[in-house]
């Protein structure tokens, strides 16, 4: 199974917003509604920020939402903290051939200004 | 709060073996699935294998098939991982991870809460 592919890094100046894509195919992100993303700071293990595609864990601020459209789907920061400085992963459920039923993204690396 | 705790890591020789623990507290352990994901050294995300919350399931990615046993004792509230034939190409940091069902294969299945993850190094 190939991974879902994500910008290598994107950046912006506090109080902007950010939009990271992760783009798959009509056996994930394209035909299922699992997606979800996960944010992980320097040396720290994933935290869940979004599922179900648009789904915020009790916890998570209201700055971080999710949409999909397409084989596509974005995670948005909006109001760019410098605490939001980490790594992100998209993941999906998979029905493509073999035995892995999950996949992650590629991972995006998040800076802030 | 659910806490879940890693251990048994370490360096390992290719073709040796190690069992990893994950000890979990905080919820009904036996009413969720638990899967082991890991990362290697400045790489990303890969799922490794999954069990459901009974332990009547397992499932196992193409690239530890055959090789790796996930396992679960619901008494002790405690999930393992048993990797046999260790490869280089397995050394990661090993995380377990909680599913938000009690099913470990589920098309809308997340993964609500981490461990702190363990490190496993294959070399000679």
């Known amino acids: 199974q190939s991974a879902l592919t994500q910008p290598p890094s994107v950046s912006g100046s506090p109080g902007q917003s950010v939009t990271i894509s992760c783009t798959g195919t009509s056996s994930d992100i394209g035909f299922y509604n699992g997606v979800s993303w996960y944010q992980q700071p320097p040396g720290t293990a994933p935290k869940l920020m979004i599922y179900?595609?648009?789904h915020r864990p009790s916890g998570v601020p209201d700055r971080f939402s999710g949409s999909k459209s397409g084989y596509t789907a974005s995670l948005t920061i909006s109001g760019l903290q410098a605490e939001d400085e980490a790594d992100y992963y998209c993941s999906s459920y998979t029905s493509s051939s073999g035995s892995t039923p999950y996949v992650f993204g590629t991972g995006t690396k998040v800076t802030v200004l | 709060e659910v806490q879940l705790l890693e251990s048994g890591g370490g360096l390992v020789q290719p073709g040796g073996s190690l069992r990893l623990s994950c000890a979990a507290s905080g919820f009904t352990f036996s009413s969720y699935a638990i899967s082991w994901i890991r990362q290697a050294p400045v790489k990303g995300l890969e799922w490794v294998s999954a069990?459901?919350?009974?332990?009547?399931?397992?499932y196992y990615a193409d690239s530890v098939k055959g090789r790796f046993t996930i396992s679960r004792d619901n008494s002790k509230n405690t999930l393992y991982l048993q990797m046999n034939s260790l490869r280089a190409e397995d050394t990661a940091v090993y995380y377990c991870a909680k599913g938000n069902s009690i099913f470990g294969v589920d098309t809308e299945y997340y993964f609500d809460s981490w461990g702190q993850g363990i490190l496993v190094t294959v070399s000679s």
């Open positions: 069990i459901s919350g009974s332990g009547g399931d397992t």
């Open positions: 179900e595609v648009n």
